[in-house]
């Protein structure tokens, strides 16, 4: 059992996927610091100098913090503005993977076919070749 799983895991599909899990998550951490530090710190300027990481709905009384870490330790709240960070987080990630896979099939589509190797007929489909088209002189 133990040399079928080594066989599985090591075939190329896993080990494969493994990198690109890897690369996926380093590539969400990218992303995710592209959002928080860059992107939403120019939305909410031109929104008028609103910050979304703050904004959240408390369930309970108790919640008296305004910003939103303060309150979560508080009591239950609803972070809509983390909500709102993620979505626009997981748009950005989409658009990139939509670009990157709309490009390499663009790539795939331009290569040229390969050349056609020189067909060499087996002598016996040669020779029956022959014969067919004597036959087809010689019919009335």
Known sequence: MLKEFREFALKGNVV????????????????????EDVLMPII????GGLDFSN??????????????ADAKAQGAVIGYGQF???SINFMIVAWVLFMVIKAVNKLRRQ???PEPAPA?????????????????RTKP
Request: charged residues 15%; glycine residues 6%; hydrophobic residues 60%.
């Open 44 to 47: 909410g300027w031109i929104a």
């Open 111 to 113: 290569a040229p076919p």
């Open 55 to 68: 904004y959240f709905l408390p369930l309970v009384n108790s919640v008296t913090a305004t910003s939103y």
């Open 120 to 136: 060499v007929l087996p002598e016996d489909i040669a020779l029956l070749r022959e014969i067919r088209d004597l036959l087809a």
């Open 84 to 86: 709102l960070t993620i």
């Open 16 to 35: 494969d996927l493994a990198v690109g899990v890897i690369i996926g998550a380093a590539f969400g951490k990218i992303v995710a610091s592209m959002v």
